[in-house]
């Protein structure tokens, strides 16, 4: 079993930044990916981002390049999404997944003036 949590959601100015963390139960270098997905109002869930373990190779959707970052801290089981110059169609719920379909309760950003 993996038990992820997530954290940092909040409400946010548009342009502004916030930080996702979301740890981890087990060593994370044992998972051979991580991804964040989201869940914008009244509407599915959407991939974001993913890393890989091996090689640490990243890739976003094409709504977040260039203003979402991946990253992780081994040392810390915490997989992290730096977000910025946020927009309010960023605003939804987050959520942290890995192999074996284990999701995270999610955390709400809201983005809005």
């Known amino acids: 079993q993996v038990q992820l949590v997530e954290s940092g959601g909040g409400l946010v100015q548009p342009g502004g930044s916030l930080r996702l963390s979301c740890a981890a139960s087990?060593?994370?270098?044992?998972?051979?990916?991580m991804r964040w997905y989201r869940q914008p109002p009244g509407k599915g869930r959407e991939f974001v981002a993913i890393i890989v373990t091996t090689g640490g190779g990243t890739s976003y959707a094409d709504s977040v390049k260039g203003r979402f970052t991946i990253s992780r801290d081994n040392a810390k089981n915490t997989m992290y999404l730096e977000m910025n110059n946020l927009k309010p169609e960023d605003t939804a719920v987050y959520y942290c997944?890995?192999?074996?379909?284990?999701w995270g309760q999610g955390t709400q950003v809201t983005v809005s003036s």
């Open positions: 997944n890995t192999a074996g379909e284990y």
């Open positions: 087990v060593s994370i270098v044992s998972l051979p990916f």
